[in-house]
């Protein structure tokens, strides 16, 4: 399986404010890759290095096998974006936008834009003006799917969406994957790594944290521990031997207690939180 994706010690430094630095990861074909941290972690600065939107000051950035500071026209026409704040012109309405979306790439895309419109619920007539960031979601979505790309890149894609059109818009996604794209998903929203995702990379303050199969950056040892004891409640995340920490409990008044599997969240959160 070859690398839609390829980035090799991406640097990007804004002076005093954080960029990247030294970010190193691969993007399989086929796979639905997540793209985790806190806002200001680098996600949107290595995207936008990604796109050829910025310019980084080292690295390298191969898509497709191509550099994208030497082919970004012939790699973004088989690119489907859409940053987590869609923008449009607020007078216009929706069907002509979704037509200028498609003719910026000189394709006709009304076959496929009528499908994604039926599906997510679009309502082509309205002015951008009228609609709720919801639906402007809805707009950008059609809009980076309809010329059915070989690579998505999506930043945020599913807030201010309802349940019903994150599920559809996630189908989605599956089926173009399923036809040959590849997808890479920029998300705060745990479950949807874990529902969605096969691999993932995880940033924090400018820097890569780890990549990995989501099956094993989920695989723990840590358990959730809730206990009642001396007359108050305790929880915290164990990691060491179970053994040593029951040795440790018997010395206590232990009145209730429950050894469980800590949330996704809170598997996740360990990566964001550990100190270096």
Known sequence: MSSVIKIDNLTKSYGKHRGVANVSFAVEEGDIFGFLGPNGAGKSTTIRSMLGFIRFQAGSIH???????????????EIGYMPSETMFYPALKVKDIIQMAADVRKKDCRKEAQKL????????????????????KKVGIVCAMQHKPKLFVFDEP??????????????????????????????????EIKSYCRSAAI??????????????????????????????????????????????????????????????????????????
């Open 63 to 77: 898509i497709f096998g191509k550099d994208i500071c030497r082919e970004k026209e012939t790699i973004l026409r």
């Open 158 to 191: 599913t807030s201010g969406l309802d349940p019903l059109m994150q599920s559809e818009f996630f189908k989605l996604i599956q089926e173009y994957v399923a036809e040959g794209a590849t997808c890479m998903l920029s998300t705060h929203v745990l479950s």
């Open 203 to 276: 940033m924090k303050e400018g820097k890569l944290q780890c990549v990995d199969s989501v099956a094993n950056l989920t695989r723990t040892n840590a358990k959730r521990v809730k206990l009642f004891r001396d007359g108050r409640q305790e929880s915290y995340i164990y990691e060491g031997d179970m053994n040593e920490l029951l040795q440790t409990l018997a010395g206590y008044n232990v009145e209730d207690i429950l050894i469980e599997e800590p949330s996704l969240d809170e598997i996740f959160m360990h990566f964001y939180s550990e100190t270096e």
């Open 117 to 136: 419109c039926e599906r997510l619920q679009v309502d082509v007539d309205k002015k951008i003006s009228d609609l709720s960031l919801g639906n402007r």
